[in-house]
């Protein structure tokens, strides 16, 4: 079953020595479309401040208790870098995030691209030749900054424009627990099909304008109003069902009196 981003935040973090604060937001990767990073504000330490966590991190997710199991403790999220989440995440402080969790860089080297969670990849030394791409990669990077991270917070409430008219706001994203890879995007219409809700697939979507707003989707107004609607209480599953949402259900609308 796949669960929404939207419910993610107020989840409390459970580090290996005790609680802490809970998820404010969501980082996603609008390239490749996959959960990056929780912020988590630690309210409940003095002076408390917001910190990124990696979903390699998570051991676990307690839907019921609204809980996420990290194997980190206290301490290590304590001292990591410091982040203003007030700001777009730079790619210097991915690299030093990173760096200081031991994890693999997602833009650069052999796990370029990948979602690179817990069981998805195997963690292993570095040959040379992979250190010395990395850090070209890395220069390159700095120079065309432009890391793909939007808050899910923020997103939420975007216009969509399909091919030939505006119909909806973006209402939530779908994401698989296993590699939280972003699946669908959760499109409310309301204003247009009153109370209906459609799910779009990202491979859909052709560019985000951060500047407007907007998503622009690579669907007419028609397409997406008979795009699989959209119940809140009973996501998709994955596998076949997945599928058909991806591929947008029926692949064009019943055909309608001439006339």
């Not at 994203?173 to 309301?190: C, E, G, K, N, Y």
């Not at 959209?230 to 947008?248: C, I, T």
């Amino acid at each position: 079953m796949l669960h929404s981003a939207n419910t993610l935040r107020g989840f409390a973090i459970a580090a290996t020595d005790g609680e802490l604060g809970s998820v404010r937001d969501v980082y996603f990767d609008d390239a490749e479309w996959v959960i990056r990073y929780l912020v988590v504000n630690t309210g409940g330490w003095p002076n408390g401040f917001d910190v990124l966590l990696s979903p390699m991190s998570v051991l676990d997710e307690e839907w019921d208790r609204r809980a996420l199991r990290v194997n980190l403790t206290m301490q290590q999220i304590r001292n990591s870098p410091s982040i203003d989440t007030a700001k777009p995440v730079e790619r210097q402080h991915e690299e030093e995030f990173n760096t200081y969790y031991g994890f693999p860089f997602y833009w650069a080297g052999p796990h370029r691209g990948s979602a690179v969670y817990p069981g998805v990849i195997e963690k292993k030394p570095l040959e040379p030749a992979d250190v010395l791409a990395i850090r070209r990669r890395l220069e390159e990077e700095r120079a065309h900054s432009d890391p793909h991270l939007r808050s899910c917070s923020e997103v939420v409430g975007y216009h969509i424009h399909a091919t030939d008219k505006q119909i909806g706001h973006v209402e939530d994203f779908l994401f698989d627990r296993t590699d939280w890879s972003i699946q669908l995007m959760a499109v409310d219409t309301r204003k247009w099909l009153v109370g209906k809700h459609v799910l779009v697939s990202p491979r859909q979507i052709e560019r985000v304008s951060w500047e407007d707003r907007t998503v622009f989707v690579n669907a007419t107004k028609e397409q997406i109003e008979y795009s699989p609607e959209y119940d809140e209480a009973h996501p998709p599953e994955s596998g076949a069902e997945l599928e058909l949402y991806r591929v947008g259900g029926r692949s064009a609308p019943p055909s309608r009196p001439a006339g």
